[in-house]
Each structure stands twice: as structure tokens, then as C-alpha cells.
């Protein structure tokens, strides 16, 4: 089974969607349709958007981050099966001269927030299957909490991005500054 083929784009639009909300601000960059025809543009999928997609999207949104969030690998198996009952799933073959014989697990007349949901979970059907949850994390810093995809070789990423860490690294740094001359600080008091 080709895990990678069918884990790999869906799982990155999961990433983008969940990312398209700053849950450490007011910041969501799909209020309106325009917003949603934008997120689709910009991530290169081709179906086209219509106005009941967007509640359909912004909730799947929700569901995928949590499935990010958790180590918890009965829950987000869980999470991910609920997915795959809610937007039909179902693996059907198709054969194209593109492509050959390939796997469609969205069904054939749909929406743009069903394909997306099929799609994704789906994907993430194959990802957990292959690797667990262990790969999939929301960014440990507590001024991003963006979802990623760890790619690193030993898997043990905690941040989104090199700057998350580096920013990270600076405050814990500056913390451990802070306690050094508090502790020094009180040393040097005054006896009652
Ligand atoms: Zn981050």
C-alpha cells in the first residue's frame, strides 16, 4: 500500500486548513466564501466553493485540529474513524491513464466541504495507520499553536518552525536568567 501516496497531499491540506486559524489570537482567515475560494486557490485544490461549504469546512477545521492536538492514540483513531463515517469515505477504484489503478475515496457527486472532508480523513486514515499520531502536532509555543507534520528524521520536533524554537529557547534562556538573579537577589537580603 502506498501510505505516502494517499497520507501525503491530504494530510497537508489538513495542515493548512487547521493553520488557516490563529488560536492564539481573534485571527480567522475563513469568515466569508471569498476567504474559502481564497484557501483553495492558495492550496491548489479544484473544486470549487459554495456557501454551505463554508460551515461544512470551518467545522471539519475544528475536528482536524483536535485530532492534531492529541497523543492520545485511541482518541485520535477515534477521531479520525468519526471523520471517516461523517463525510463517506468509501474506497472505490479508478483507472486513468494518468494515474493507472488508483485508490478515490471521496464519493463521486460532492460538495467542496465533503470532498475536503473525505479527502482528509482518508488521508489521515493512512497516516496514523502507518506512523501513529506521533508525526502530527500542534506547535508547542505558546504564541503560535500551529499544526504541523513532523518530517524529521528521529521525530521528536516540538515546534512548527526553526523560529518557534529559536524564539523558545530565548524565553526559557531569559527565564532561567530572571531566576538566577531573583535567587541571587534574595540572598543578598536583609535579615528580619
Ligand atoms: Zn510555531
Given at each position: 500500500?502506498?501510505?505516502?501516496?494517499?497520507?501525503?497531499?491530504?494530510?497537508?491540506?489538513?495542515v493548512?486548513l487547521?493553520?488557516?486559524?490563529?488560536?492564539?489570537?481573534?485571527?480567522?482567515?475563513?469568515?466569508?466564501?471569498?476567504?474559502?475560494?481564497?484557501?483553495?486557490?492558495?492550496?491548489?485544490?479544484?473544486?470549487?466553493?459554495?456557501?454551505h461549504?463554508?460551515?461544512v469546512?470551518r467545522?471539519?477545521?475544528?475536528?482536524?485540529?483536535?485530532?492534531?492536538?492529541?497523543?492520545?492514540?485511541g482518541l485520535?483513531?477515534g477521531?479520525?474513524?468519526?471523520?471517516?463515517v461523517?463525510?463517506n469515505?468509501?474506497?472505490?477504484?479508478?483507472?486513468?491513464?494518468?494515474?493507472?489503478?488508483?485508490?478515490?475515496?471521496?464519493?463521486?457527486?460532492?460538495?467542496?466541504?465533503?470532498?475536503?472532508?473525505?479527502?482528509?480523513?482518508?488521508?489521515?486514515?493512512?497516516?496514523?495507520?502507518?506512523?501513529?499520531?506521533?508525526?502530527?502536532g500542534?506547535?508547542?509555543?505558546?504564541?503560535?499553536?500551529?499544526a504541523?507534520?513532523?518530517?524529521?528524521?528521529?521525530?521528536?520536533?516540538?515546534?512548527?518552525?526553526?523560529?518557534?524554537?529559536?524564539?523558545?529557547?530565548?524565553?526559557?534562556?531569559r527565564?532561567?536568567?530572571?531566576?538566577?538573579?531573583?535567587?541571587?537577589?534574595h540572598?543578598?537580603?536583609?535579615?528580619?
Open positions: 500500500m502506498r501510505f505516502d501516496y494517499y497520507a501525503g497531499e491530504p494530510v497537508t491540506y489538513a493548512h487547521v493553520n488557516t486559524r490563529d488560536s492564539t489570537s481573534d485571527r480567522d482567515d475563513l469568515r466569508t466564501l471569498p476567504d474559502l475560494q481564497r484557501f483553495v486557490t492558495e492550496v491548489g485544490i479544484q473544486v470549487a466553493p459554495e456557501a461549504d463554508l460551515r469546512v467545522n471539519l477545521r475544528d475536528d482536524l485540529r483536535a485530532i492534531f492536538a492529541t497523543d492520545d492514540l485520535g483513531m477521531l479520525v474513524n468519526r471523520l471517516l461523517q463525510f469515505s468509501a474506497p472505490r477504484l479508478v483507472n486513468d491513464a494518468e494515474l493507472g489503478i488508483h485508490i478515490h475515496f471521496e464519493p463521486v457527486h460532492l460538495s467542496l466541504g465533503h470532498w475536503l472532508g473525505a479527502i482528509t480523513a482518508a488521508g489521515l486514515m493512512f497516516h496514523v495507520c502507518d506512523q501513529g499520531l506521533d508525526r502530527l500542534i506547535c508547542a509555543s505558546d504564541k503560535c499553536k500551529r504541523f507534520i513532523d518530517t524529521t528524521k528521529n521525530g521528536r520536533k516540538f515546534y512548527c518552525s526553526p523560529r518557534c524554537s529559536h524564539r523558545a529557547s530565548v524565553e526559557a534562556f527565564l532561567r536568567q530572571n531566576e538566577g538573579n531573583s535567587s541571587r537577589g540572598q543578598h537580603q536583609p535579615r528580619a
